[in-house]
Structure formats: C-alpha cells, structure tokens
C-alpha cells in the first residue's frame, strides 16, 4: 500500500524482467486494477513510464489463478515461488522463461495428481537452471530414477515439467539433491514456507 489508494506492485514481464509500478487508486472500490494487482495474477499491463517510475493505466488479465486464493497450502507454495522468482529476476533483462516458469508452476499446484512438495523442488531446481546456477548431474550419489528426474528437469522444457511423480523414496533422494543446489546457490532464506 501507497498513501491511502495506491499500491506499488512488482510486476514480472517478459519483455523486461522485473518492474516496480504505481497502481493508482488500485485500492478503491470499483476501480478497474484493484484485481488487476493481486498476487498470481497474468496478463497484460499498459504502463507508462514517468520520471522515476511506472505506472499501470490497464490491464486485461487472462487468468487470475482464484483457487489459489483460497486453498491455504497452495497459496503459500505460490507466495514462495513468486519470492523465489524475485530473487532471480533482473530489471532489465528477459524474463520470459522464469515468467513461464512460474505460471506452470501455479498450475501444476492446481493439479491434485502432483504432490506440491514435488511441484516445489521442480521449481527450484528449473529455477536455478535458468539463472545458470545448478550441477549437472547431482551433487551427490543418486539411485537411477532420482538421476534421471534431475536430468529430465534441467534438459525438459517447461511446458513439460510437472508431467511425472516420484515414489516417496526417490523424492526424498531427489529433493536432498535440489537442497544442496540451493545451500551452494541461494544465498538467503525464504519465508513464505516458513
């Protein structure tokens, strides 16, 4: 919140990676943005450039990701990804494969066939490969299928990332490996899971 009907919003774009933007009167009734600029939120935004920052004049949004809303875990999952995507994203730099990345990712948390503690690690993991931080195999002695779900992650594309399920021992296998990843690359906490 900005004043008494603003809000400053991070926005993640294609085009140019990270942006700060005003939502002016974004917090009255009835005004056109104030779904608009919501967390979870994807479509396009007109924004014009001021002195020494944006501002949205529109947006057409092409899904809302509702649900998420209102399913507590889910919620906190999305919250995470998109503070882990903050992280990563640059202001003036491609954002196109982590824009991607989250919104699969918000999807495949909809999905009940696919546990989010495994929607979570895939994330991670594509995350770290995007920015160029990741091992290319695992960092430590694996099983075969906890190494082929490393090498299908970092070589698949992102459209077909949540397309397979781990038994709970391969997960645990996998997810120990994407752990040590994060120890090597990441070098702060995250709290929406906390």
Known sequence: PVGEYDKLVVLL???YGKIRAFARGARRLNNPLMAAVNPFVFGQFQLYEGRTSYTISQASVQNYFSELLTD???SCYGQYFLEFADYYSRENLDGSAMLL???QSLR????????NRLVQC???LKAMVINGEYT?????????????????VIGASIEKLYTFLLTDEVFEEFKRCVEINKG????REFHSLG
């Open 184 to 187: 090597r690359y990441v070098d």
């Open 122 to 124: 895939i994330f991670e």
């Open 136 to 152: 290319e195999h695992p960092p430590r002695t694996v099983g075969d299928s906890a190494n082929y779900a490393w090498e299908y």
């Open 101 to 103: 990345l989250v919104y």
């Open 108 to 115: 495949a948390l909809l999905n009940q066939h696919i546990p």
């Open 72 to 74: 507590f875990e889910g």
């Open 13 to 15: 774009t294609k085009e």
